[in-house]
């Protein structure tokens, strides 16, 4: 199974700042990335996909980038809603993976 | 609006089986992969397999090949996930998720069913 590695767990981050959350694949998925964002006692979310676009209604402060094995995730200015857990995932080869999670705290 | 409505939290006993339902709305049922994933208390997420409602085809992560047995029923477009044998392992929460097979994400997720296994 291809492993996908969000080597940040935790950060931690101030509202108005920048931050960017990266994701590694074990190999190459192409663009075949989407990011997700967990809010406390909720479902995940879809923000990002195709590595780089924005899904419908999400603000434009979230963006993703990237392709074959680094991906990278990042809010422009971090607003207090946006605490959360964020979640890459491939689905270029069977089973699709999640990424362990990256829990954005906000100062 | 485009839903998927998970049945409530369950606490079964160590060994026994229950199944946990979703049912979709306001889509046409037959159209969309669905999919189910496992979150652990604390943990990522694990994805456990899918079904196309439209064939009644499925697919499993070879780790759940034996734990986890998907089904649908058009008429009432519900997806059915059955697990058995539930050890401590088998305590978490476990969604559906609809899988848009074009441009490939998972667009809608239910919220959830907390499967706790203890005696």
């Known amino acids: 199974d291809i492993v996908m590695t969000q080597s940040h767990k935790f950060m931690s981050t101030s509202v108005g700042d920048r931050v960017s959350i990266t994701c590694k694949a074990s190999q190459d998925v192409s663009t075949a990335v989407a990011w997700y964002q967990q809010k406390p006692g909720q479902s995940p979310k879809l923000l990002i996909y195709s590595a780089s676009y924005r899904y419908t209604g999400v603000p434009d402060r979230f963006t993703g980038s990237g392709s074959g094995t680094d991906f990278i995730f990042t809010i422009s200015s971090v607003q207090a809603e946006d605490l959360a857990v964020y979640y890459c995932q491939q689905h270029y080869i069977s089973p699709p993976t999640f990424g362990g999670g990256t829990k954005l705290e906000i100062k | 609006q485009v839903q998927l409505q998970q049945s409530g939290p369950e606490l079964v006993k160590p060994g026994a089986s229950m199944r946990i339902s979703c049912k979709a709305s306001?889509?046409?049922?037959?159209?969309?992969?669905i999919h189910w994933v496992k979150q652990r208390p604390g943990q990522g997420l694990e994805w456990i397999g899918w079904?196309?409602?439209?064939?009644?085809?499925?697919k499993y992560n070879e780790k759940f090949k034996g734990k986890g047995t998907l089904t649908a029923d058009k008429s009432s477009t519900t997806a059915y996930m059955q697990l058995s044998s539930l050890t401590s392992e088998d305590s978490a929460v476990y969604f559906c998720a609809r899988w848009d097979r074009y441009d490939e994400y998972f667009d809608v997720w239910g919220a959830g069913t907390t499967v706790t296994v203890s005696s």
């Open positions: 306001d889509y046409t049922f037959t159209s969309y992969y």
């Open positions: 079904i196309y409602p439209g064939n009644v085809s499925t």
